[in-house]
């Protein structure tokens, strides 16, 4: 019996280095650590700074390169998921949408996900639940109760340089596991029904 979880982080940023991607890198780190008290785990970042040139072009999912589609059927399969965009025009950025586009309706029904942006200031912040959370609510995701904004104060030379944000990233993911844990496949739950 497989007690293997699977974690996937999608960054919405366009650019490397990344002030979206160190925080979804630390969000996904501070998950794992905390899931691996209790069952094995497997850490995936989906950089669409690396693999958003194998979405262009494509209109249908059968169009999609070998790479594309290795990385929408990871996406698919998580266990626990967690997504990120910089603020691009009021929302994430036009590629995170293209990609999701590309994702089965009801592929993720069930899937906890974590909600994470980044921006210029905290004016943005409304991001997570005027942008995000209508996104995963149409593919009948669980979001978690607290999703995680950092502004570019946050950060100092694409490090996290706030206590405040993480002291945010930990109240996630302490809030997230016991939604998590809730929605582990059948041949894991039993065994992690005494956590």
Same mark, same amino acid.
């Given at each position: 019996?497989?007690?293997?979880? %699977?974690? *996937? ?15 979804? !890198? ?5 998950? #794992? #650590? ?17 693999? &958003? ?10 169009? $999609?390169?070998?790479? #594309?589609? +290795? ?6 399969? +998580? !266990? ?12 994430? !950025? ?24 980044? &921006? &210029? %200031?905290?004016?943005?912040? $409304? ?15 669980? !979001? ?20 405040? $944000? ?5 109240? +996630? ?9 809730? +929605?582990?496949?059948?041949? *894991? %739950?039993?065994?992690? %029904?005494?956590?």
């Amino acid at each position: 019996m497989s007690r293997t979880v %699977s974690l *996937v982080a999608v960054s919405g940023s366009l650019h490397s280095p990344s002030k979206t991607t160190v925080l979804v !890198t630390e969000i996904l780190d501070a998950f #794992a #650590a905390a899931l691996s008290e209790h069952v094995e785990v497997e850490t995936h970042l989906i950089e669409l700074s690396e693999v &958003g040139r194998e979405f262009s072009g494509a209109l249908r999912r059968d169009e $999609l390169s070998t790479t #594309a589609e +290795a990385a929408i059927r990871r996406i698919e399969s +998580a !266990t626990l998921l967690i997504v990120a965009s910089p603020v691009y025009r009021a929302s994430f !950025t036009g590629l995170f949408k293209h990609v999701f586009d590309f994702v089965g309706q009801y592929s993720l029904i069930d899937t906890p996900v974590l909600l994470a942006a980044t &921006g &210029g %200031s905290d004016r943005h912040a $409304l991001i997570i639940d005027h942008q995000f959370r209508p996104l995963f609510s149409f593919f009948q995701a669980i !979001t978690l109760p607290i999703g995680v904004y950092a502004s570019d104060a946050d950060f100092v030379e694409y490090r996290i340089d706030s206590a405040a $944000l993480q002291e945010r990233i930990a109240q +996630a993911v302490t809030r997230g596991v016991p939604v998590v844990r809730g +929605a582990l496949p059948d041949a *894991v %739950s039993e065994y992690v %029904s005494t956590w």
